[in-house]
């Protein structure tokens, strides 16, 4: 059974920083590709960002995460995280974790594995 499992979501005023885990577990192959969603009230899920999990260096971000967030992973510890910098009010949502095997795709439908999400709330 796969799991994925996000936690360090929480509340900070704008221009703090947080980091995101998620770990996985039970997934068939270790050439999933790993993203990062998020949902605000009342919009549609948004791509954030994702990585391919054969290489640190294959990465694809949304423009408007694009130098605050960055996306990595401890493929020892089965591990994807989403460091993010000089965060905004804007940046509000349910952050989610994400796993397919089709890389750099911002398409949620592309993905077969969802977390529950976890809650960040950034104040002005």
């Known amino acids: 059974q796969v799991q994925l499992v996000e936690s360090g979501g929480g509340l900070v005023q704008a221009g703090d920083s947080l980091r995101l885990s998620c770990a996985a577990s039970g997934l068939p192959s270790s050439r999933y590709a790993m993203a990062w969603f998020r949902q605000a009230p009342g919009k549609e899920r948004e791509f954030v960002a994702t990585s391919s999990w054969s290489s640190s260096t294959n990465t694809y971000y949304a423009g408007s995460v694009k130098g605050r967030f960055t996306i990595s992973r401890d493929n020892a510890k089965n591990t994807v995280y989403l460091q993010m910098n000089s965060l905004k009010p804007e940046d509000t949502a349910v952050y989610y974790c994400?796993?397919?095997?089709?890389?750099?795709?911002?398409?949620?439908?592309?993905?077969?594995?969802w977390g529950q999400g976890t809650q960040v709330t950034v104040s002005s």
């Open positions: 994400a796993a397919g095997e089709i890389r750099y795709t911002a398409n949620p439908g592309d993905y077969v594995y």
